[in-house]
């Protein structure tokens, strides 16, 4: 029964979006960094991307309405704060996700380029876009704005 509850929790735990990132699922972008049971208690561990992070009220309350409508229950939600939420920790498909979406997924070692056509000629328009984890940008070849998810 244990084992079951916790595949149901897990899946249910999928459908959680990011807030800021709604292409996204908290799974995808590596915040939620671990569900187990302690006993009968279901512990969901989550890495929000800074500490400072205004949407982690938002998907806790959101993890704590799906465990509730999947029928599992309530749950612990610990905060983990180290190690430190990395970008690296975003892979390859939701990379590709996050660029489907008009977001310029975050590179280290790439330059950025243009989600809407690919071109690597773009411009800052500021460091801060509508969150403070992206920044906004322009492409100098197709003239349109879009929001780059900034390296941390």
Known sequence: MSADR???????LERVRDPELPA??????G????VRLEGETLVVA????????PAMGLIVA?????????????????T????????????AAARAKLAAAGIAPPERDRP??????????????SE?????????????ACREPFERFKCH
Do not use: Q
């Not at 190690?83 to 892979?91: L, Q, R, V």
């Not at 950025?112 to 328009?125: M, N, Y």
């Open 24 to 29: 996204l699922s908290i799974a995808e972008i």
């Open 112 to 125: 950025v380029s243009c989600p809407r056509c690919g071109a690597g000629a773009v411009e800052t328009l």
């Open 46 to 53: 989550v890495t929000p991307t800074y500490s400072g992070c």
């Open 62 to 78: 959101e993890i704590r309405r799906v465990l509730r409508d999947a029928g599992i229950g309530e749950a612990r939600i610990d």
């Open 128 to 140: 801060f876009g509508a969150t403070a984890c992206k920044a906004l940008m322009r492409c100098t």
């Open 31 to 34: 915040i939620l960094r671990e």
């Open 80 to 91: 983990r704060l180290a190690p430190a939420w990395s970008t690296d920790w975003i892979d």
């Open 6 to 12: 916790l595949a149901r929790a897990r899946r249910a």
